[in-house]
């Protein structure tokens, strides 16, 4: 076991809290996950894996129950789908130094974070209306963030959905639709590309506590949001979380600056 029961119970209160405010908006928390483990976690092999799996408890129950709002498109996101999963497994391969590894999670999370922030404060709540784009627009944006969820253990909603908000490809509900589909498929990918590559490490003892704090954080947040649960000031609480830890993991993990 690699934490006391005390930290363990907080890391989990933790993923709880997490699998709450994201999956309200239809994300599944990987982003904020690899944060803290990040700071309580040695292997980044075992962070990448535990966040992933994680992620994949929190979207597959979002996901469902979207499915059974009528809110999953199929058809629609079936580009989307189509060219992150190869990439997102591709992404999971790569044996990444330590340094890098944490350069590019900070900088993702930094990133993710000011998007959010973005889409929340910029984006007016009665922009829904949908745009029209050529589909090779979908499958590029699938491919890039895809690659870009697999290397850092991500499912790449965090990315995606501020990214559709800002193009207005569709209503809001169908983007956080999406987005949990999305990380769902990607999360299954990643954890195959770290399967098959040797790198998927789990703890379990550790692993399994958090799986069921997110199980049962994932399915409150769901069901707050789909009672019209508002979603702007989780986001912006979200986003100050993925922004602080973000800045923490590039800074003293990655450049290994010391304050």
Sequence with gaps: MLLTVPELLMLMLGFLVIATLYSSVGFGGGSSYL??????????????????????????????????????????????????????????????????????????????????????????????????????????????????SGLVGIGGGIFLAPILNHMKWDKSIKIAALASFFILVNSVSGIGGLLTNGTFELPWIEAVGLMVAVGIGGQIGIRLSLSKLTGKGIKVVTAILVLTVGIRVLLVNGLQLQF
């Design 35 to 148: 944060a803290l483990l990040a700071l309580v976690f040695v292997s980044f092999f075992a962070i990448r894996s535990t966040a992933l799996v994680c992620n994949l408890i929190v979207v597959s129950g979002s996901s469902y129950l979207y499915f059974k709002k009528g809110h999953l498109d199929f058809k629609k996101f079936l580009p989307f789908i189509l060219t992150s999963i190869p990439m997102a497994f591709l992404g999971a391969r790569f044996r990444l130094s330590e340094e890098v590894f944490f350069i590019l999670l900070g900088s993702a999370l930094i990133i993710s974070a000011l998007a959010l922030i973005f889409q929340t404060v910029r984006l007016k709540k009665s922009e829904e209306v949908s745009a029209h784009y050529p589909a090779y627009v979908t499958y590029l944006l699938g491919a890039g963030i895809g690659l870009l």
